[in-house]
């Protein structure tokens, strides 16, 4: 492993190619207006270049190298064990949400609605905004299992309902 590339380039090219390093020129600046942020910013730098010199021992670079190497691997491995989650649980949504449009299906052929819209869209290609239930014959298969037994149960729910003006829709 070459120690030297631990230096960092921008740094580099900055001090030996240009004719001002651009943070001495800001620290000038900030010196006249913020004396005491720009004394925290030199030994902020100066410490930077002193790890920066500390980290081209070749003893130090390989032990930094590998510390990183198996830092990266370990992200590696905790990314991917969370990724694994994440697409399980957008498998049983998927699942639960085909489930839930099967069950709204056979709602709505119980009832005779729209399956698209129930008829609350205009714009559905399927009904034009009249698929409210009873506007299509009721599936008698799904009528019998989702409607009948709550009819049977609950018999005085059609007390007069019959007889009253049937609602345009
Ligand atoms: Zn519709």
Redesign the pocket.
Known sequence: MNPGLFIDPPYAMISNQLPANPMQVLLSKLSEEQPELAQLLTTMQQQRQQQTSEAIEPLDAEIHWREQSEQALSELKRAKAVNNRLLRIVDDLKEALEQQANFEDALAMALG?????????VD????????RPGHFAPNPAQFNRWVLPTLRRHPHLLNGLLTTRRQSN
Do not use: K, L
């Open positions: 609605a729209c399956p698209d819209c129930w008829g609350e869209s559905c290609p399927n009904c034009a905004g009249r698929g």
